[in-house]
């Protein structure tokens, strides 16, 4: 109960302050230079330095490598964890595990669908 009472107040919280368009809450756009509060380094057309010294680029590089290194210790152990502290047979919890990677293979299509489908709805 107190999980899911954690998880409507992020939801509602998530309704009130994210937007789909940036220049709803007076950003611009990723794409365009200087307007807003953020702005994008310039095209790749030789100038690499100016990637290579964004902050952001290295900041969501270390965001993405922290959660694949947390995830990878997460999927290496589950099967332990459910055989050994909650009681699972090894052949249940690896049919577990096998069924939740099978499942995942439609998950980001099914998702992404529904997403861009959403985001049409809206335009």
């Known amino acids: 109960m107190i999980l899911a009472g954690a998880i409507a107040s992020i939801a509602v919280l998530a309704f009130f302050v994210l ?4 220049e709803e809450k007076g950003a611009g756009t990723a794409g365009e230079r200087g307007q807003g509060r953020f702005r994008r ?3 790749c057309g030789g100038r690499q330095r100016e990637h290579l010294s964004n902050k952001t680029l290295y ?3 270390s965001i993405y490598f922290l959660f ?3 995830y990878v210790i997460y999927a290496t152990f589950i099967v332990t964890t459910l055989v050994k502290e ?3 047979s090894e052949a249940v919890a690896g049919n577990f ?7 995942s293979l439609f998950s980001g299509p099914v998702f992404g669908t529904l997403s861009t489908g959403s985001a049409e709805r809206q335009a």
Do not use: E, S
């Open 97 to 103: 595990w096998a069924w939740v990677g099978f499942l």
């Open 41 to 43: 380094a310039a095209g």
């Open 19 to 22: 937007r789909n368009k940036p």
């Open 86 to 88: 909650r009681g699972f």
């Open 68 to 70: 694949g290194y947390t």
């Open 59 to 61: 900041l969501l590089g």
